[in-house]
C-alpha cells in the first residue's frame, strides 16, 4: 500500500533555531501534500497546501515566512520552522495522495513531535 | 465554510461491548467525501474508510460499520465486539469533491476500551 515516510519522528531544539521536517511519498508521485498541526488533545489543523514545483497554499493565520515548506519533487515536501519558539512545540504531520483520481485517499506519515526548549 | 463535530469526547467501554461514534458535518456544497482515521498512540493516522456523498449505503468491513445518513449530515462509526486494540483516538473528516481536497478534521474521539 501507499506509503508516506516522515523523517524525523522527534526532534527537540533550542529556541531560535531552525528544525527541517521531511515528507517522502515512498512508493508513489505525489504533486501535492499537506502539511497539518495537532496541538495536545486536540483535532488536526490544516497549515498549508504544498504543490511540487510552485509555491505553497497557506490557511489563514499560517505565518508562511516562519513555516517554510519546499516541495522541489513529486515524492519530497519539507517544512522548515524557523526561528523556533516554545509556542510552536506540537505534533506536525504529512500527507499525501496516492492516486490520480479524485478522492483517493490521503495517507499519512507517522508524525513529528517537535519540542522547543 | 465545513465543519465536523464529534460530539463525543471521550468514550469508556468495557471489552466486547459495541460502541458506536458519532459524527456530523456541516456543507453547504453537495458533493464531498467523508472519511474516518484512527490514531493509536504511536501518533500516525490510519485510514478507515472514505464515503462520497452520491452512496448512502451503509459499509461493513469485519466488526467496523459505518452508517451515512445525509439527511441528518451523519456519519456514525460502529464497532462490535470492541477489543482493547481498538482503544485510539478516532477522527471523522470531510473534503469537498471539487478543489484539493483539503480535509477537515473533527475534534476527534478518545476511545478506550477495558479489558
Known amino acids: 500500500g501507499a506509503v508516506v515516510s516522515q523523517h524525523p519522528s522527534w526532534v527537540i531544539c533550542k529556541s531560535g533555531t531552525s528544525v527541517k521536517i521531511e515528507c517522502r511519498s515512498l512508493d508513489f508521485q505525489a504533486t501535492t501534500m499537506f502539511w497539518y498541526r495537532q496541538f495536545p488533545k486536540k483535532s488536526l489543523m490544516l497549515m498549508a497546501t504544498s504543490n511540487e514545483g510552485s509555491k505553497a497554499t497557506y490557511e489563514q493565520g499560517v505565518e508562511k515566512d516562519k513555516f517554510l515548506i519546499n516541495h522541489a519533487s513529486l515524492t519530497l515536501s519539507t517544512l522548515t520552522v524557523t526561528s523556533a519558539h516554545p509556542e510552536d512545540s506540537s505534533f506536525y504531520i504529512c500527507?499525501?495522495?496516492?492516486?490520480?483520481?479524485?478522492?483517493?485517499?490521503?495517507?499519512f506519515g507517522n508524525g513529528t513531535r517537535l519540542t522547543v526548549t | 465554510a465545513q465543519k465536523v463535530t464529534q460530539a463525543q469526547t471521550e468514550i469508556s467501554v468495557v471489552e466486547k461491548e459495541d460502541v458506536t461514534l458519532d459524527c456530523v458535518y456541516e456543507t453547504r456544497d453537495t458533493t464531498y467525501y467523508l472519511f474516518w482515521y484512527k490514531q493509536p498512540p504511536s501518533g500516525e493516522l490510519v485510514f478507515l474508510i472514505r464515503?462520497?456523498?452520491?452512496?448512502?449505503q451503509n459499509e461493513i468491513s469485519g466488526r467496523y460499520s459505518w452508517n451515512f445518513q445525509k439527511s441528518t449530515s451523519s456519519f456514525n462509526f460502529t464497532i462490535t465486539a470492541s477489543q482493547v486494540v481498538d482503544s485510539a483516538v478516532y477522527f471523522c473528516?470531510?473534503?469537498?469533491?471539487?478543489?484539493?481536497?483539503?480535509?477537515?478534521f473533527g475534534q476527534g474521539t478518545r476511545l478506550t476500551i477495558n479489558p
Open positions: 473528516a470531510l473534503a469537498l469533491i471539487q478543489g484539493a481536497q483539503k480535509l477537515v
Open positions: 500527507s499525501a495522495r496516492a492516486g490520480a483520481t479524485q478522492g483517493s485517499p490521503l495517507h
Open positions: 464515503r462520497n456523498s452520491f452512496d448512502e
